[in-house]
């Protein structure tokens, strides 16, 4: 069955950083976009960053652009966010999520903290 699989969040001061993983199963993940959202308390869930399915362009919010860098292994059938300079703002759940336009999938999330 279809499995995102996220890791590598947790408690961080401000201005540190934090790298994000999904492991992918179960779809053929080379013709997937895969983009990472967050949610934080009390709050929509919102688009953070998404690579296309060749990993040829990629799209931020403003709120993490130039701080925020998505990846993706299609050997690996990987993902990754490496977030920079982190701020108390960016404390949300994390999920990875793959849509091809037709089907889109979601991990369960991870949590990343941002405070002193």
């Known amino acids: 069955q279809v499995q995102l699989v996220e890791s590598g969040g947790g408690l961080v001061q401000p201005g540190g950083s934090l790298r994000l993983s999904c492991a992918a199963s179960?779809?053929?993940?080379?013709?997937?976009?895969m983009s990472w959202y967050r949610q934080a308390s009390g709050k929509e869930r919102e688009l953070v960053a998404r690579?296309?399915?060749?990993?040829?362009?990629?799209n931020y919010g403003d709120s993490v652009k130039g701080r925020f860098t998505i990846s993706r292994d299609n050997a690996k059938k990987t993902v990754t966010l490496q977030m920079n300079s982190l701020k108390p703002e960016d404390t949300a759940v994390y999920y990875c999520n793959a849509d091809n336009g037709f089907h889109t999938y979601w991990g369960q999330g991870t949590q990343v903290t941002v405070s002193s």
């Open positions: 690579i296309t399915s060749a990993g040829g362009s990629t």
């Open positions: 179960g779809f053929t993940f080379s013709r997937y976009a």
